[in-house]
């Protein structure tokens, strides 16, 4: 244990964070988790960095709740903002989410995923095409964020012409959520919500008059609900509608983005990939695990639990480290190794229990689908200049790469 990790341990507050850490959070995480897996910030709060804990805090959903209006009710006051977190899936507990979950787990089926894989290798063979051309490439925008936001259309069958604005209304709803804001951060996440609400209304109103096909059409079926009978109501369907955007697509950015730029810093595990593609599987798999790109989740405690020798009272809120778990040496060996074959691989980065992400086969899908051809297609990509982190704690991934595809 060395001074400097103590002392990072001990000066960690998730509001005060420094430059470096945005960087590279992993030598914070650890010394975390070696000197203070259970960390009480100056807010009150705690910080929970070891796998074990996340995985006791997502079971329990009885003494760890999701349901966050106690939260959100003095950070966004009566706003577009405010009915829309506490509406999503994400942030509501049993009975609630039980039922809203059946419908969309029901909607976002096996089924309507494998259907999913044509338009989505044609998707992204568009884009290489198009980066072939190109040459030099902005990562990020040219493929990775491409790749997501037409896949959530496609999802909910979004007019083409129409699909614009989804991107910057996703960016500015979950940059709300980082854990200090700013006020122009609080009105650009407002207005978005109020605007994409404005545009679902619509959306839903002709989708009601000319229905889809159920099996592929996520939005018909969730309008529709289940055959006994069991419906989202209006707020539930339009607020979903919108979480199912925004919990689709900057994480799904960030697996692309992230994948790609871990590859180019470990270059024989990227030439393990292009001369044995069978392993694309893990290797998707140990990207998440590596580079979570949804690094924190947060419970508030509703039964007073003991975490670690530590007492948290109800009404602490926790934050779960993903990020520091998928990375914990009690889980995973050589934990900081980058290997693109690991077995088992039991990561946190979708979450575990009742919350578990809906949408884990499909992230998964479009990460596989849009790493192994880009790859395939661009086995010598390098980085053409410095990559630009995102700046957020939650959402770790990157803004900008530059990029050569063919050097
Ligand atoms: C790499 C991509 C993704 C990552 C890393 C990710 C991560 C997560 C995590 C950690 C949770 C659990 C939150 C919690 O327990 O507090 C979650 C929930 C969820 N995710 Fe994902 N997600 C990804 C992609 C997607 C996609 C593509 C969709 C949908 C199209 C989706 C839909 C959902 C939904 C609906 C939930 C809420 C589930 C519930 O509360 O029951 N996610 N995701």
């Known amino acids: 244990m060395t001074g400097?990790?103590?002392?990072?341990?001990?000066?960690?507050?998730?509001?005060?964070?420094?430059?470096?850490?945005?960087?590279?959070?992993?030598?914070?995480?650890?010394?975390?988790?070696?000197?203070?897996?259970?960390?009480?910030?100056?807010?009150?709060?705690?910080?929970?960095?070891r796998y074990d804990d996340l995985v006791t805090a997502y079971k329990s959903t009885k003494a760890f709740s999701s349901d966050k209006k106690k939260e959100f009710s003095p950070k966004y006051g009566?706003?577009?903002?405010?009915?829309?977190?506490?509406?999503?899936?994400?942030?509501?507990?049993?009975p609630a989410h039980t039922r809203v979950r059946r419908l969309i787990m029901g909607a976002l089926s096996p089924r309507a995923i494998a259907a999913m894989e044509p338009d989505l290798i044609r998707l992204i063979d568009g884009l290489l095409d198009a980066i072939a051309a190109k040459g030099k490439i902005e990562l990020i925008e040219d493929f990775a964020?491409?790749?997501?936001?037409?896949?959530?259309?496609?999802?909910?069958?979004?007019?083409?012409?129409?699909?614009?604005?989804?991107?910057?209304?996703?960016?500015?709803?979950?940059?709300?959520?980082?854990?200090?804001?700013?006020?122009?951060?609080?009105?650009?996440?407002?207005?978005?919500?109020?605007?994409?609400?404005?545009?679902?209304?619509?959306?839903?109103?002709?989708?009601?008059?000319?229905?889809?096909?159920?099996?592929?059409?996520?939005?018909?079926?969730?309008?529709?609900?289940?055959?006994?009978g069991e419906r989202l109501t209006e707020k539930e369907l339009l607020h979903n509608c919108?979480?199912?955007?925004?919990?689709?697509?900057?994480?799904?950015?960030?697996?692309?983005?992230?994948?790609?730029?871990?590859?180019?810093?470990?270059?024989e595990e990227k030439q393990r990939l292009i001369?044995?593609?069978?392993?694309?599987?893990?290797?998707?798999?140990?990207?998440?695990?590596?580079?979570?790109?949804?690094?924190?989740?947060?419970?508030?405690?509703?039964?007073e639990v003991e975490l670690g020798g530590i007492r948290m009272p109800a009404g602490t809120p926790v934050t779960l480290c993903i990020g520091a778990a998928n990375r914990d040496p009690a889980q995973f060996p050589d934990p900081e190794r980058f290997d693109i074959a690991r077995t088992p691989n039991r990561h946190l980065a979708f979450g575990t229990g009742a919350h578990q992400c809906a949408?884990?086969?499909?992230?998964?899908?479009?990460?596989?689908?849009?790493?192994?051809?880009?790859l395939a297609r661009f086995p010598n990509y390098a980085l053409a200049g410095e990559p630009t982190r995102g700046g957020r704690v939650r959402f770790?991934?990157?803004?900008?790469?530059?990029?050569d595809a063919n050097p």
């Not at 000066?11 to 960390?39: G, H, I, M, Q």
């Not at 009566?78 to 049993?94: A, C, G, K, M, Q």
């Not at 960030?254 to 790609?260: E, K, R, S, V």
């Open 4 to 49: 400097n990790a103590r002392e990072l341990a001990e000066s960690f507050d998730l509001e005060r964070l420094t430059p470096e850490f945005y960087v590279n959070p992993y030598p914070t995480y650890r010394a975390l988790r070696d000197n203070a897996p259970v960390k009480r910030l100056p807010n009150g709060s705690y910080f929970l960095t």
């Open 78 to 94: 009566d706003s577009f903002l405010y009915e829309h977190h506490t509406t999503s899936l994400v942030f509501n507990d049993p």
């Open 145 to 228: 964020s491409a790749i997501p936001v037409e896949v959530i259309g496609n999802l909910l069958d979004v007019p083409h012409d129409e699909r614009g604005p989804l991107r910057d209304w996703s960016l500015a709803i979950l940059g709300a959520l980082e854990p200090v804001i700013s006020s122009g951060q609080f009105a650009r996440g407002n207005k978005a919500v109020k605007d994409f609400l404005a545009y679902l209304e619509t959306l839903v109103e002709r989708r009601r008059t000319k229905p889809g096909n159920p099996e592929r059409d996520v939005l018909t079926r969730l309008i529709q609900g289940e055959e006994n």
């Open 242 to 267: 919108i979480f199912l955007l925004n919990a689709g697509h900057e994480t799904t950015t960030n697996l692309i983005g992230n994948g790609l730029v871990t590859l180019l810093l470990y270059p």
């Open 275 to 303: 001369s044995q593609p069978d392993l694309i599987k893990t290797a998707i798999e140990e990207m998440l695990r590596y580079e979570s790109s949804n690094q924190l989740g947060n419970r508030m405690i509703v039964d």
């Open 359 to 374: 949408g884990m086969a499909l992230a998964r899908l479009e990460g596989a689908i849009a790493i192994s051809r880009f």
């Open 396 to 403: 770790r991934g990157y803004l900008s790469v530059p990029c």
